[in-house]
């Protein structure tokens, strides 16, 4: 049965336990890089072809001389306007019957552009399988009406998993919680980025902080269709004038 | 400045040589077409070998594509949709729109090449003959006005492609279309004054191409401006230690055409061909720095 779902995540309820990353692994069968040892608890790095849930973690300066951490389960965002199934040419990313964003790996020819589209660096190549891959939003668990693996076992709630308008609802509502307990900084992220996000983050940062995109810069790539293509035009036009000129003119000896 | 939170898509080697082929092939297609509607018959023999040298650049170019993919069987994808049958085609998707570009321009190659192997007198099999006498005349002129629409659009849309994305450098500027072509158009003028060279009746027409080269890096240059004021600070990105050396050829590739071709004659033999192969590195270099800068 078709169904709007969504994600949100709490990031002030994170505590970067990382549930979420081994439970999406083990349900996917995603063996993992090598872990990598970086400055704090990340030992992944991004989202890519075999981390499809990624726990930042952000150092921030509380103002006093100390240092606070925000941790955010970042995920596939599953935008209503997806700029990766914009660009594929193949048509190999489509929306499904839950109005997620599915990369059929049976239909993907691995060009990459929708690496070069995703906003969001969700999207990574699998070199052994020659695929785009990322979130799938468990797809086989939401048509067996199961919750997807990351919520599903996160301990403290901060990854909730619902209908997309329920969602929309408790964010709100956990948004003006935090308001009224006078967090100032704490905003909603993706209810107007690409014309919705079916995953909602609570931040208690600008976007930036979280390497997310502000809504001025959530922007899809065809907007540089038409001025590409302008310029290129103008160009033909000069050039072959040019060509056309230079052609005229007699050749000596 | 725009955020960019992306990561790359690896398009290395086989997209370079890509983007250098499709354009050198989309450029020599064009000059022969213009060289036979606009030249004299002086310019048969180098139209003739702009049709012969589109052919092989054009073949090669589905090669790398195919190579470049993860899965170089399903490069059919690109056309045709595996799950239903019907066509892909996705006229927002300059990816999607190149592919089919680049299909109809082959054909249009491979015809124009057939036609010029008789006119050389390479082949005289009745296939040969009976395409030569199909494109003599209005329709032969036609044809090759079509092609030549489909040979411009091959050298530029690699471009737009690039700025269809999110993508620091390659979507915060409009211009990397119109750039790609004409440098490609620049490639292919250089590389048939080269292969002119080798002819004694195309001493005037490699002055032709000659000319026209040198309007067609004047254009270069007025869009690796425009290319540098729209990125405005993100510029800074492209000109690490590491690409220096490519710029400089970028820019002999530039300045060559401009300096060499005119205090060339008489006593300074080579001038022009060091010119046109100048011009060859700096389009080669062009797409590596362009290509590879904006992935770092």
């Given at each position: 049965?078709?169904?709007?779902?969504g994600?949100?995540?709490?990031t002030?309820?994170?505590?970067g336990c990382?549930?979420?990353e081994v439970?999406?692994?083990?349900?996917?069968?995603?063996?993992?890089?090598?872990?990598?040892?970086?400055?704090s608890?990340?030992?992944?790095?991004?989202?890519?072809?075999?981390?499809?849930r990624?726990?930042?973690?952000?150092?921030?300066s509380?103002?006093?001389?100390?240092v606070?951490?925000?941790?955010?389960?970042?995920?596939?965002?599953?935008?209503s306007?997806?700029?990766?199934?914009e660009?594929c040419?193949?048509?190999?990313?489509?929306?499904t019957?839950?109005?997620t964003v599915?990369?059929?790996?049976?239909?993907?020819?691995?060009c990459?552009?929708?690496?070069?589209?995703?906003?969001?660096?969700?999207?990574?190549f699998?070199e052994?399988?020659?695929?785009?891959?990322?979130?799938?939003?468990?797809?086989?668990?939401?048509?067996n009406?199961?919750?997807?693996?990351c919520?599903?076992?996160?301990?403290?709630?901060?990854?909730?998993?619902?209908?997309?308008?329920?969602?929309?609802t408790?964010?709100?509502?956990?948004?003006?919680q935090?308001?009224?307990?006078?967090?100032s900084?704490?905003q909603?992220?993706?209810?107007?980025?690409?014309?919705?996000?079916h995953?909602?983050?609570?931040l208690?940062?600008?976007?930036e902080?979280?390497?997310?995109?502000?809504?001025?810069?959530?922007?899809?790539?065809?907007?540089?269709n038409a001025?590409?293509y302008?310029?290129?035009?103008v160009?033909?036009?000069?050039?072959?004038?040019?060509?056309?000129?230079?052609?005229?003119?007699?050749?000596?000896? | 400045?725009?955020?960019h939170?992306?990561?790359p898509?690896?398009?290395?080697w086989y997209?370079?040589?890509?983007f250098?082929?499709g354009?050198?092939?989309?450029?020599?297609?064009l000059l022969?077409t213009?060289?036979r509607?606009n030249?004299?018959?002086?310019?048969?023999?180098?139209a003739?070998?702009?049709?012969l040298?589109?052919?092989?650049?054009?073949?090669?170019?589905?090669?790398?594509?195919?190579?470049?993919l993860?899965?170089?069987?399903?490069?059919w994808?690109?056309?045709?949709?595996?799950?239903?049958g019907?066509?892909?085609?996705k006229?927002w998707s300059?990816?999607?729109?190149?592919?089919?570009?680049?299909?109809?321009f082959?054909f249009?190659?491979?015809?124009s090449?057939?036609?010029?192997?008789?006119g050389a007198?390479w082949?005289?099999?009745?296939?040969?003959?009976?395409?030569?006498?199909?494109?003599?005349?209005?329709?032969?002129?036609?044809?090759m006005?079509?092609?030549?629409l489909?040979?411009?659009?091959?050298?530029g849309?690699t471009g737009?492609?690039?700025?269809v994305?999110?993508q620091?450098?390659w979507s915060?500027?409009w211009?990397l279309?119109?750039?790609?072509l004409?440098?490609?158009?620049s490639?292919?003028?250089?590389?048939?004054?080269?292969l002119a060279?080798?002819?004694?009746?195309?001493?005037?027409?490699?002055?032709k191409?000659?000319r026209?080269?040198r309007?067609?890096v004047?254009?270069?240059?007025?869009?690796?401006?425009a290319?540098?004021?729209?990125?405005?600070t993100?510029?800074?990105?492209?000109?690490?230690?590491?690409w220096?050396?490519?710029?400089?050829l970028?820019?002999?590739?530039i300045?060559?055409?401009?300096?060499?071709?005119?205090?060339?004659?008489?006593?300074r033999?080579g001038?022009?061909?060091?010119?046109?192969?100048?011009?060859?590195?700096?389009?080669?270099?062009?797409r590596i720095v362009?290509?590879?800068?904006?992935?770092?």
């Amino acid at each position: 049965m078709a169904r709007t779902v969504g994600f949100f995540t709490d990031t002030t309820l994170c505590i970067g336990c990382k549930a979420c990353e081994v439970a999406c692994k083990e349900w996917n069968q995603l063996p993992g890089h090598d872990p990598k040892f970086l400055d704090s608890f990340d030992n992944t790095g991004q989202l890519d072809d075999q981390n499809w849930r990624h726990v930042q973690f952000i150092e921030r300066s509380t103002g006093n001389g100390g240092v606070a951490w925000s941790m955010m389960s970042d995920v596939c965002k599953h935008c209503s306007l997806a700029s990766c199934m914009e660009v594929c040419p193949t048509n190999a990313i489509i929306r499904t019957e839950f109005d997620t964003v599915y990369i059929q790996p049976d239909v993907c020819n691995g060009c990459r552009d929708c690496i070069a589209a995703c906003p969001y660096a969700v999207i990574g190549f699998n070199e052994k399988t020659g695929l785009a891959q990322k979130c799938t939003f468990c797809y086989g668990r939401l048509q067996n009406n199961l919750t997807p693996a990351c919520a599903k076992v996160c301990p403290t709630q901060s990854i909730k998993f619902g209908e997309l308008s329920e969602m929309r609802t408790v964010a709100t509502a956990r948004l003006q919680q935090l308001k009224a307990q006078g967090v100032s900084d704490a905003q909603l992220y993706g209810e107007k980025e690409y014309g919705g996000l079916h995953a909602l983050f609570l931040l208690t940062d600008k976007p930036e902080a979280y390497k997310l995109p502000s809504v001025e810069n959530a922007v899809l790539p065809s907007r540089n269709n038409a001025r590409g293509y302008l310029a290129s035009v103008v160009t033909a036009v000069l050039g072959v004038l040019g060509a056309v000129v230079a052609f005229r003119q007699r050749g000596e000896g | 400045m725009p955020q960019h939170f992306v990561a790359p898509p690896l398009w290395a080697w086989y997209i370079v040589w890509y983007f250098f082929l499709g354009g050198l092939a989309g450029g020599a297609y064009l000059l022969g077409t213009l060289l036979r509607l606009n030249g004299d018959p002086r310019d048969e023999g180098v139209a003739r070998l702009a049709f012969l040298v589109a052919f092989p650049a054009v073949v090669i170019c589905p090669i790398l594509l195919t190579l470049d993919l993860g899965h170089p069987l399903r490069f059919w994808h690109m056309l045709i949709n595996s799950r239903t049958g019907g066509l892909n085609f996705k006229y927002w998707s300059p990816m999607s729109v190149g592919a089919w570009a680049l299909l109809i321009f082959s054909f249009f190659v491979t015809v124009s090449f057939i036609e010029a192997l008789f006119g050389a007198g390479w082949t005289r099999h009745s296939a040969a003959r009976s395409i030569a006498g199909g494109l003599s005349g209005a329709f032969g002129h036609l044809f090759m006005v079509v092609g030549s629409l489909f040979g411009l659009f091959v050298a530029g849309y690699t471009g737009v492609l690039l700025s269809v994305s999110n993508q620091p450098v390659w979507s915060d500027t409009w211009a990397l279309g119109g750039l790609f072509l004409a440098s490609g158009l620049s490639v292919a003028a250089a590389t048939l004054a080269i292969l002119a060279r080798s002819r004694a009746d195309a001493v005037s027409t490699e002055r032709k191409l000659s000319r026209a080269d040198r309007f067609f890096v004047v254009l270069e240059i007025l869009l690796l401006a425009a290319f540098f004021v729209t990125l405005g600070t993100l510029a800074g990105r492209l000109f690490a230690p590491r690409w220096i050396v490519l710029w400089v050829l970028v820019a002999l590739g530039i300045v060559a055409p401009l300096v060499l071709n005119r205090v060339s004659g008489p006593g300074r033999l080579g001038s022009p061909g060091l010119a046109a192969f100048l011009v060859l590195l700096g389009g080669l270099a062009l797409r590596i720095v362009l290509i590879f800068g904006a992935q770092m």
